[in-house]
């Protein structure tokens, strides 16, 4: 199987900035994601690492360390809008295979004025 | 506009009844998954097509069932041997992708479908 660890809650001030980690244990790895999803909605796409080092994107940024199976989400000005659910996910290829996505459990964040 | 569509958004059923969940795209993806996310838990993957006419079972496909007669279609059949059928149900779809990966393997969601089951 596949082991994919985030904590389950975090909380932080609006303009503050927040990192959300993710460990994984996965044969196959050929990519992480990064999806936030509100409640009671589906999840949309952040971001996406596939090889070591930082992705920015905006506020957001993602970073990657195949090594060390570790990846972060970080969240800079925080907004409360930015309040949700953060999942990792982690695409495994193996034999026939292919583009498998494997979630953790998600990361609720609370941004408070 | 491009997209996947889940209908409907909620549904409810009495327990011992077969409930299908429909899911479609127009996205051209070959790939398409169907998630149960309860409270507290992450996406759990119920089943998963990678083309048209073949698709394979996930963590928690006992008492589910699924076709993928078209490629645009891949409709979810909970059936009264699911124990625990109340939950959000989503559809997803993603280009399968070759074994290189890419950015544009991320995969799509639909709004999903809340089921409940009384």
């Known amino acids: 199987g596949q082991n994919i660890d985030q904590p389950t809650e975090m909380t932080a001030t609006e303009g503050a900035i927040v990192q959300i980690n993710c460990t994984y244990q996965?044969?196959?790895?050929?990519?992480l994601f990064w999806y936030q999803q509100h409640a009671g909605e589906a999840p949309t796409f952040l971001s996406y690492?596939?090889?070591?080092g930082l992705e920015e994107k905006g506020r957001f940024s993602s970073f990657l360390s195949r090594s060390k199976g570790y990846s972060y989400l970080l969240l800079k000005e925080l907004q409360m809008k930015d309040s949700a659910s953060y999942l990792c996910?982690?695409?495994?290829?193996?034999?026939?295979?292919?583009?498998?996505?494997?979630f953790g459990r998600g990361t609720q964040l609370t941004v408070w004025p | 506009d491009g997209g996947i569509t889940q209908s409907p958004k909620y549904l409810f059923r009495k327990e011992g009844q077969n409930v299908t969940l429909s899911c479609e795209q127009n996205?051209?993806?070959?790939?398409m998954y169907w998630y149960r996310q309860d409270p507290g838990q992450g996406l759990r993957l119920i089943y998963y097509s990678q083309i048209v006419n073949d698709f394979q079972k996930g963590d928690i496909a006992e008492g589910y069932s699924v076709s993928r007669e078209k490629k645009e279609s891949f409709p979810l059949t909970v059936t009264s041997a699911q124990k625990n059928p109340t939950a959000f149900y989503l559809c997803?779809?993603?280009?399968?992708?070759?074994?290189?990966?890419?950015?544009?393997?991320?995969?799509?969601f639909g709004q999903g479908t809340r089921l409940t089951v009384v």
């Open positions: 996205l051209n993806h070959d790939a």
């Open positions: 996965t044969s196959g790895f050929n990519g």
């Open positions: 690492n596939v090889l070591d």
């Open positions: 997803a779809s993603s280009i399968a992708g070759p074994l290189g990966g890419g950015l544009d393997t991320e995969a799509f």
């Open positions: 996910a982690v695409r495994v290829d193996r034999g026939s295979t292919l583009g498998r996505l494997y």
